[in-house]
T-cell receptor
Framework: DGGITQSPKYLFRKEGQNVTLSCEQNLNHDAMYWYRQDPGQGLRLIYYSQIVNDFQKGDIAEGYSVSREKKESFPLTVTSAQKNPTAFYLC?????????????FGPGTRLTVL | GENVEQHPSTLSVQEGDSAVIKCTYSDSASNYFPWYKQELGKRPQLIIDIRSNVGEKKDQRIAVTLNKTAKHFSLHITETQPEDSAVYFCAASGAGANNLFFGTGTRLTVIP
């Protein structure tokens, strides 16, 4: 399945709690991404990382945080500051250097705030 | 930064007919244009892509055309089948930018 895994598949959170979504890849890709997808909507970039120990904010970074301590892992934390976190979260990775490289997506995590 | 617009947002066709989805981009430096298909509840998957040095690319029933001058590219699906029903996203990526900029998606429904 493309070598990218996300866990859990479904996640339920109470308001005020932080939760962390896992993303792991064994493709040896340099770049990793987090997207948020709301029902019937497109893909909005939350954070991305092009190299270990470095990451940049995307279009909707407020209320989220990430880390990139290892090349194969890029966890996303949804903090209590995120006002409307219920959504489908997709992780992706891409080999670096060339803009022609295919971007692969993980299977997604569906987060629901109760 | 790059801005990608996609039309239409929804498209219904009869089985066997053709479907066309169009995208425009703003950054003339963009040089890679992939198309992704996302079935309900699943991950987006690459179905075809085109580089800026090529005007057209075909893979069986799907084809993509690129007009660099006008900064637009299109996805063409011929002889549509019910299993083509999904959301399709276009994207653009530029030299020096490792990000893909996505369109807002087109929900294609193929009516049997």
């Amino acid at each position: 399945d493309g070598g990218i895994t996300q866990s859990p598949k479904y996640l339920f959170r109470k308001e005020g709690q932080n939760v962390t979504l896992s993303c792991e890849q064994n493709l040896n890709h340099d770049a990793m991404y987090w997207y948020r997808q709301d029902p019937g909507q497109g893909l909005r970039l939350i954070y991305y990382s092009q190299i270990v120990n470095d990451f940049q904010k995307g279009d909707i970074a407020e209320g989220y945080s990430v880390s990139r301590e290892k090349k194969e892992s890029f966890p996303l934390t949804v903090t209590s500051a995120q006002k409307n976190p219920t959504a489908f979260y997709l992780c992706a990775s891409r080999a670096g250097v060339s803009s022609y490289n295919e971007q692969f997506f993980g299977p997604g995590t569906r987060l629901t705030v109760l | 930064g790059e801005n990608v617009e996609q039309h239409p947002s929804t498209l219904s066709v009869q089985e066997g007919d053709s479907a066309v989805i169009k995208c425009t981009y703003s950054d003339s430096a963009s040089n890679y244009f992939p198309w992704y298909k996302q079935e309900l509840g699943k991950r987006p998957q690459l179905i075809i892509d085109i580089r800026s040095n090529v005007g057209e690319k075909k893979d069986q029933r799907i084809a993509v055309t690129l007009n660099k001058t006008a900064k637009h590219f299109s996805l063409h699906i011929t002889e549509t089948q019910p299993e083509d029903s999904a959301v399709y996203f276009c994207a653009a990526s530029g030299a020096g930018a490792n990000n893909l900029f996505f369109g807002t998606g087109t929900r294609l429904t193929v009516i049997p």
